[in-house]
Nanobody, 127 residues
C-alpha cells in the first residue's frame, strides 16, 4: 500500500517555527517531485511549496515566500518543510504529495497522486 506520512505539526505562537516531515511507505520518495499542501477549515486545499527530484529546484506560494523552506534528504526518504515566522493564517492541516514534474529538474504545485492523501499534520498558530 502506497502511503504518505506527515508529522511535525503542533500548536505554536505567532512568530514561532515548526518543521514538518514527509515520509513514504511502499514506494521510494526520490523518484518523485514532492509538494506540500494545506487546507484550512472551510477552504480548499492549496499548494504551499514543491521540490524537484534532486532538490535543485523549489517553488513557493506567494503567501509563504521568505518564511518557509522546503528541502529533501533522499537518503532518508524524507522531505521537510521548515516554517518560520508563522502567522495565524498559516493554521491548517498540512499534507505532502507527489507532484507533477514537466521535466525532471522542475516541480509544479499540482498533485500527481501516486499515493492517496495521508492524514496530514495539524498546524495551529495562535497566542
Amino acid at each position: 500500500q502506497l502511503q504518505l506520512l506527515e508529522s511535525g505539526g503542533g500548536l505554536v505562537q505567532p512568530g514561532g517555527s515548526l518543521r514538518l516531515s514527509c515520509a513514504t511507505s511502499g514506494f521510494t520518495l526520490d523518484y518523485y517531485a514532492i509538494g506540500w499542501f494545506r487546507q484550512a477549515p472551510g477552504k480548499e486545499r492549496e499548494g504551499v511549496s514543491c521540490i524537484s527530484r534532486s532538490g535543485g529546484s523549489t517553488n513557493y506560494a506567494d503567501s509563504v515566500k521568505g518564511r518557509f523552506t522546503i528541502s529533501r534528504d533522499n537518503a532518508k526518504n524524507t522531505v521537510y518543510l521548515q516554517m518560520n515566522s508563522l502567522k495565524p493564517e498559516d493554521t491548517a492541516v498540512y499534507y505532502c504529495q507527489t507532484v507533477i514534474a514537466p521535466i525532471q529538474a522542475m516541480c509544479m504545485m499540482a498533485p500527481l497522486m501516486v499515493a492517496s492523501w495521508g492524514q496530514g499534520t495539524q498546524v495551529t498558530v495562535s497566542s
